[in-house]
């Protein structure tokens, strides 16, 4: 079991930086395939921001290239989401996510609480 839990959301102005963290806890050790940060905003599916793969390769959504960068701390056990010129569509709840390897095909996904992100315009 792995436990995450996300701490960094707020409220900031439209042009603002944000920078959420992710620790996780409990079976740190297992294999981990890949780490993201998804978002919901109301009304909306859940989509992905940001992924970082076991291999150290990184994907983006096309709406936060250039402005947020995912990275990870492996000694604290710690993804961060660095959010830079927000924009108020930016707004939602962001989630952190572990894809740990099960088998050679099957993962399970970990999630935490979530923490929210306001941008006023």
């Known amino acids: 079991q792995v436990q995450l839990v996300e701490s960094g959301g707020g409220l900031v102005q439209a042009g603002g930086s944000l920078r959420l963290s992710c620790a996780a806890s409990?079976?740190?050790?297992?294999?981990?395939?890949?780490m993201g940060w998804y978002r919901q905003s109301p009304g909306k599916q859940r989509e992905l921001v940001a992924v970082?793969?076991?291999?150290?390769?990184?994907n983006y959504a096309d709406s936060v290239k250039g402005r947020f960068t995912i990275s990870r701390d492996n000694a604290k056990s710690t993804v961060y989401l660095e959010m830079n010129n927000l924009k108020p569509e930016d707004t939602a709840v962001y989630y952190c996510?572990?894809?740990?390897?099960?088998?050679?095909?099957?993962?399970?996904?970990?999630w935490g609480q979530g923490t929210q992100v306001t941008v006023s315009s």
């Open positions: 996510n572990y894809k740990v390897q099960i088998t050679t095909f099957m993962t399970s996904d970990y």
């Open positions: 409990g079976s740190t050790s297992v294999s981990i395939n890949s």
């Open positions: 970082r793969t076991s291999d150290g390769s990184t």
